[in-house]
């Protein structure tokens, strides 16, 4: 079992930044990949960028250049936002896998005004 807090989210103008972090707790050793995901009003959520054990990283079309997704060990996943625009206006949701099983945060709300 795995808990994720995430944090940072908030009303942002265009073109400004965020810092989204999310803590894990509980069988952290036991994550192999970390990752973002966000869902907007009426939308699927979908994946913004996740990072494996080893440092491979991996992004949406949508975000590559303006996110950066980071990890500091087992425990903390970040990801650093810039160039906001209005369309990143979302839930955004920490995620990590334990061999095919998903866990969830219960996510951060981000708004980007224009």
């Known amino acids: 079992q795995v808990q994720l807090v995430e944090s940072g989210g908030g009303l942002v103008q265009a073109g400004g930044s965020l810092r989204l972090s999310c803590t894990a707790s509980?069988?952290?050793?036991?994550?192999?990949?970390m990752g973002w995901y966000r869902q907007a009003p009426g939308n699927q959520r979908e994946l913004v960028a996740d990072?494996?054990?080893?440092?491979?990283t991996n992004y949406a079309d949508s975000v590559k250049g303006r996110f950066t997704i980071s990890r500091d060990g087992a425990k903390k996943v970040y990801l650093q936002m810039n160039s906001l625009k209005p369309e990143d206006t979302a839930v955004y949701y920490c995620?990590?896998?334990?061999?095919?099983?998903?866990?969830w945060g219960k996510g951060t709300l981000v708004t980007v005004s224009s």
């Open positions: 995620n990590a896998d334990i061999r095919g099983i998903n866990y």
């Open positions: 509980g069988s952290i050793f036991s994550i192999s990949t």
């Open positions: 990072i494996i054990r080893g440092g491979s």
